[in-house]
């Protein structure tokens, strides 16, 4: 009885054993694939952002919006359903709504199902109207085109929201005319000549926003002289000078005296008296 006691008790201890090695087994498989899916994702995540850094060093985005879940139609937009998306330029169609114009689709009802993450466009709304250009335009401002030489000035480096100076080139002078204004878009402009060939002068289209008299300080510049358009930094107020630079100012030479003419006084002819008879 003794030796059969024995040979049970030991039999169960091993299989205890075995099934305490099987649970380990299973709590560490666990354990390593829950580990792996984690640091898989983790890998994942940073090379999504670290191409995403790329992209955005390489190529120009553009801020879209879009929803976080799927948005029924006859839901009124409110900025809790939406989120910002950042995504190269060239993908992005020509009637998403964007961060900078989604004040205008807040409050309109959507006339179509949107999918959760797909770019909400102006089509969707009830209104399906796009912001006009002038929208942008503060109250009391006006948007003036003129051309610039792209030569003499900053080609396709300009962007919009840019800060800019205009430099009047008048009569051997170089004046400062305005200063620090906000560029609200800019384009290429190709002259053609009279054969239909394109000419080799080229000119840039630069939008401003200005006031009605300095509209008018720019057109009247533009009709007497040559414009040039510096780029300002964004982090600089600072005005610069108003003085002139002339040849003299240049070559850091006197200015030349101006030359005063001699008034000339005529004298009025007397009454001629002849004296004596006949």
Sequence with gaps: MDMMQTKDSTGQRKKVSIFNKNVIMLIISVALGVGGVYLTKDFIEKKVN?????????????????????????????LRDFSVRRIPAKYAHKNAVTE???GTATGQRVSFDITKGRPLLWAHLEGGLIPTFSGKLKPGKRALAFTVDKINSISGFLQPNDKIDLLLDYKDRIIPIIQNLHVIATGPYTQIDKTGRQSDDSFRIITVEVTPEVAEKITLA??????TALLRSPQDDKLISDDPMTVARLLNKPNPKPKIRKRIVRKEKGIEYIIGGI
């Design 100 to 102: 900078s114009t989604f």
């Design 222 to 227: 533009k009709s007497i002289g040559k414009i």
């Design 50 to 78: 670290y191409y995403k850094s790329q992209l955005e060093k390489t190529e120009e985005m553009v801020a879209l919006v879009v929803p976080n879940r799927n948005i029924q139609r006859g839901t009124i937009v409110t």
